[in-house]
């Protein structure tokens, strides 16, 4: 409950808007999907404490692809993007519906880039594993934004910008990734919570500059150390926060909440920006 309040004081002192607020979710395992946990019950407080969105657009980790597509369908399939996990987690279906109308919004939206609207990939569990647990009854339409992976921080983070728009028409803008990621120097000692004296660092940094609202250091996180270096060996979780922080207005104040280290080389820390 501390968190749940902790949503509501933030969103209350906020000054009354038109605009969606913007999320950024640190997913982790997919059994976050179907555990009934710390992370996945403040994924859920943060949808009680703000507006119900008219549609929410993620940009998922698991969504790499050369040039930019957006999910076009009507009904977005439910994506089992994953192995080794219990036939539980595969049964899962999401079944909320898609809104052709506003990815075809969206792409005209993004003059920076040519979007392919996509009718082929669906809901990946950097998505549904998050969404289903804010908004269950599945009645809420999302989509899905891929990343370009032969572009740098600094594209994605200005292309970003080109969807401000949308957080007007009321569309929940959710980023979802990992700032801390390097699974293969994951701690299984360490699984339910802990972390590497690198990750705590690193941790500490990033968080530090998001708080600043520092963002030209988060973009260029390959000069802020070794320790920024081990924490983002690859860079598909850690761009979705870009994604996020791009579209923070200038009096916009952020949130931390499930910031957590688990299994020594990951956090779970997640950002509301309102």
């Known amino acids: 409950m501390e968190t749940l309040n902790q949503f509501k004081n933030?969103?209350?002192n906020l000054a009354k808007t038109?605009?969606?607020?913007?999320?950024?979710?640190g997913h982790g395992s997919p059994m976050n999907g179907i555990e009934n946990n710390e992370f996945s019950a403040n994924w859920a407080n943060a949808a009680q404490g703000i507006e119900k969105p008219a549609a929410v657009?993620?940009?998922?980790?698991h969504w790499f692809t050369r040039g930019t597509k957006i999910t076009a369908m009507d009904f977005p399939s439910t994506i089992h993007d994953f192995g080794g996990?219990?036939?539980?987690?595969?049964?899962?279906?999401?079944?909320?519906p898609g809104n052709p109308i506003l990815a075809r919004e969206t792409a005209e939206l993004l003059t920076s880039a040519h979007v392919e609207l996509d009718h082929d990939w669906g809901l990946d569990h950097g998505a549904w594993t998050v969404v289903r647990h804010?908004?269950?009854?599945?009645?809420?339409?999302?989509?899905q934004l891929s990343i370009d992976f032969t572009q740098g921080p600094a594209y994605h983070y200005n292309l970003a910008k080109e969807l401000i728009a949308l957080r007007k028409k009321g569309v929940l803008i959710l980023g979802s990734g990992n700032i801390v990621h390097n699974l293969r120097m994951m701690s299984w000692e360490m699984i339910h919570g802990g972390g590497y004296d690198w990750a705590i660092e690193a941790s500490h940094r990033f968080k530090k500059a998001i708080i600043n609202r520092d963002h030209q250091t988060l973009i260029n996180y390959q000069n802020m150390g070794s320790e920024a270096r081990l924490a983002v060996p690859t860079p598909e979780h850690y761009l979705p926060l870009i994604y996020s922080l791009a579209l923070q207005g200038e009096k916009e104040n952020t949130l931390l909440f499930n910031d957590k280290e688990v299994g020594g080389s990951l956090t779970m820390t997640s950002v509301l920006i309102a």
């Not at 038109?18 to 979710?25: H, R, S």
């Not at 657009?57 to 980790?61: D, H, K």
Request: charged content about 10%; overall charge negative; aromatic content about 16%.
């Open 10 to 12: 933030f969103t209350q």
């Open 18 to 25: 038109d605009t969606m607020p913007v999320l950024f979710m």
């Open 57 to 61: 657009l993620v940009i998922s980790a």
């Open 85 to 96: 996990f219990p036939q539980a987690l595969f049964d899962v279906q999401y079944p909320a």
């Open 134 to 143: 804010m908004y269950p009854e599945a009645n809420i339409p999302v989509l």
